[in-house]
T-cell receptor
């Protein structure tokens, strides 16, 4: 069956540009997560949805970051007025039920802000 | 303040020998632990997990050991194979399954021919 997919796989943005990253979770998975992974680091939690409800957004680094999952399936992570420090791999994951269960990751979107 | 620590950034092991990857945690509320494997340009892939009611879980060549009193877990791979070369992330979450998973920084494993 299809796994988690993300698009685009690579994104180059000029500083100040807005970007939108898409995640298609595994069909039927209730929970969806966004992570930021900087070079040489582990995935850092950004935000978590259970169906369409955003239950935890404590990891979003600033109000320039916004995520939504309006129909409880596909999710979009939007970064406004990108900065160089936003350059990272953005990983999306989904799990069948809760946040602490095994999560299945997509391939990530590598964002480079120039 | 890292709650999940992988103190070895990299590890090299001869093919056929045992690979041991270590992980320490600080939060005593953690009771579910996972290992993920990551190849370059791919997302992490779930490998094996263990609940705190057990001290060992085995799946083929992979075994995870949990020492709750020491807040330490380890992943053993035996025998190591070239395809095992990857970055391994240790991760942990707490009992109610609604707390997010916290990841370590990862250990890069090189399997030498």
């Amino acid at each position: 069956g299809a796994g988690v997919s993300q698009s685009p796989r690579y994104k180059v943005a000029k500083r100040g540009q807005d970007v939108a990253l898409r995640c298609d979770p595994i069909s039927g998975h209730v929970s969806l997560f966004w992570y930021q992974q900087a070079l040489g680091q582990g995935p850092e939690f950004l935000t978590y949805f259970q169906n369409e409800a955003q239950l935890d957004k404590s990891g979003l680094p600033s109000d320039r970051f916004f995520a939504e999952r309006p129909e409880g399936s596909v999710s979009t992570l939007k970064i406004q007025r990108t900065q160089q420090e936003d350059s990272a791999v953005y990983l999306c994951a989904s799990s069948l039920q809760g946040a602490g269960e095994t999560q299945y990751f997509g391939p990530g979107t590598r964002l480079l802000v120039l | 303040d890292q709650q999940v620590k992988q103190n070895s950034p990299s590890l090299s092991v001869q093919e056929g020998r045992i690979s041991i990857l270590n992980c320490d945690y600080t939060n005593s509320m953690f009771d579910y632990f996972l290992w993920y494997k990551k190849y370059p340009a791919e997302g992490p892939t779930f490998l094996i997990s263990i609940s705190s009611i057990k001290d060992k879980n085995e799946d083929g060549r992979f075994t995870v050991f949990l020492n709750k009193s020491a807040k330490h877990l380890s992943l053993h791979i035996v025998p190591s194979q070239p395809g095992d070369s990857a970055v391994y992330f240790c991760a942990a979450s707490s009992e109610n399954r609604d707390d997010k998973i916290i990841f370590g920084k990862g250990t890069r494993l090189h399997i030498l021919p």
